[in-house]
């Protein structure tokens, strides 16, 4: 009888063990890793099943893509620094754009990093592929309040990179790469008062390292697109676009 208890309660152990060991989860670790690069040429044939089973998207597509808002007088790059026409055209229509809208206040400047526009802006006839090309991340507007002390450390961010978007205001570059008489409006910026300004979710969020800008005094999100602001205002253009260089960045003497 003893005999029999013991291997009950031995078999039962056993049953109650495997239970545990069954349901513990697995933990693997990686060992061999391989990676292969396949290049896409023009010596891969095309699928014809594919392309005609896409075909239908894709002409309803350029024919979205293809459709003229507008007509450029000049061709915009961004070639040169610490300015250049393509920056200084989309941080002059932000500024533009925001202040027309009568749901906000006004915004002071136009900030961004030159490394959110992909493409130039052609002479001549312009379309939302144009734009789309330009900005092809679905960038949100966002409005910030940031106190003077900040925005320094905003033109000392371009003043690094070389060049970047920016409207509304005017500062010096340094030979170490320092922003220095900074102006908003032509005055001279306050560190102690805040200031208004327009700028991307991806920059407004910390991106490029601009994580300060977590702790604005105050974030508005717009739920507008970059690139539909950009159309938007081509399509009010009367007149071809243009850009100019003035004095709003300057290198140091």
């Not at 023009?42 to 099943?49: A, F, M, Q, V």
């Not at 006004?106 to 802006?121: C, E, P, Q, T, W």
């Not at 970047?164 to 790469?177: H, Q, R």
């Not at 507008?224 to 140091?252: C, G, H, V």
């Amino acid at each position: 009888m003893k005999n029999n208890v013991l291997k009950f309660s031995f078999f039962w152990s056993f049953i109650f063990l495997l239970g545990v060991v069954s349901c513990t989860p697995k933990l693997y670790q990686t060992t061999q890793k391989q990676h292969l690069q396949v290049k896409i040429t023009d010596s891969i044939p095309e699928d014809k099943e594919i392309v005609a089973m896409i075909a239908p998207y894709k002409k309803s597509l350029d024919e979205k893509m293809n459709v003229e808002i507008g007509q450029s007088a000049m061709e915009m790059t961004k070639e040169g620094a610490p300015q250049n026409l393509l920056c200084n055209f989309v941080a002059d229509l932000l500024l533009s754009e925001i202040n027309e809208y009568k749901d906000y206040q006004k915004v002071d400047i136009a900030f961004g990093s030159s490394g959110g526009l992909r493409n130039n802006i052609p002479k001549g006839k312009i379309t939302v592929r144009h734009i789309y090309e330009l900005m092809p991340f679905d960038n949100e507007i966002v409005l910030l309040t940031l106190y003077g002390y900040d925005i320094i450390k905003l033109t000392d961010f371009l003043a690094t990179k070389g060049t970047g978007i920016f409207a509304g205001g005017s500062f010096v570059i340094t030979k170490d790469k320092k922003s220095v008489q900074v102006k908003i409006n032509g005055v001279p910026i306050d560190e102690n008062r805040t200031y208004r300004v327009i700028t991307s979710d991806y920059i407004a969020n910390g991106g490029d390292n601009l994580k300060f800008l977590l702790q604005a005094v105050k974030r508005e999100n717009t739920g507008i697109l970059f690139r539909d602001m950009i159309i938007n205002y081509i399509k009010k253009q009367k007149e071809p676009l243009s850009a100019r260089l003035d004095d709003r960045m300057t290198k140091e003497k």
